[in-house]
């Protein structure tokens, strides 16, 4: 139900945008957001996004980072700027129809199978 996208490897310092496909069942959820992990770690919030608009990053990405969401087209993307070593990891997309605790994984129902995203220095 969820569809991620646009994952590579790409030069430290260049950009690279994600977007994940929802089904139609689901898009109109409330929460929609992207998720890192990297082996071993545990799943980390990189950015939300609501219905209405409201968006919350990670402190890591602020400034670099932007969520946004498209409902005629049922999309989500996330648009990564200036992109570092460290921020390699598999990207996750997620839904959940809940208005808190955005950062909270388990908080979300349905996720997508994930896209790898390596950043070399």
């Known amino acids: 139900q969820l569809v991620e996208s646009g994952g590579r490897r790409v030069q430290s310092g260049q950009s690279l945008r994600l977007s994940c496909v929802a089904s139609e069942s689901i898009f109109n959820i409330n929460a929609m957001a992207w998720y890192r992990q990297v082996p071993g770690g545990r799943l980390e919030l990189v950015a939300s996004i609501t219905n209405s608009g409201v968006t919350n990053y990670t402190g890591s990405v602020k400034g670099r980072f932007s969520i946004s969401r498209d409902n005629t087209k049922n999309t989500v993307s996330l648009q990564m700027n200036s992109l570092k070593p460290e921020d390699t990891a598999v990207y996750y997309c997620?839904?959940?129809?809940?208005?808190?605790?955005?950062?909270?994984?388990?908080?979300?129902?349905?996720w997508g199978q994930g896209t790898q995203v390596t950043v070399s220095s």
């Open positions: 997620a839904a959940s129809d809940i208005y808190s605790d955005y950062d909270r994984a388990s908080r979300y129902d349905y």
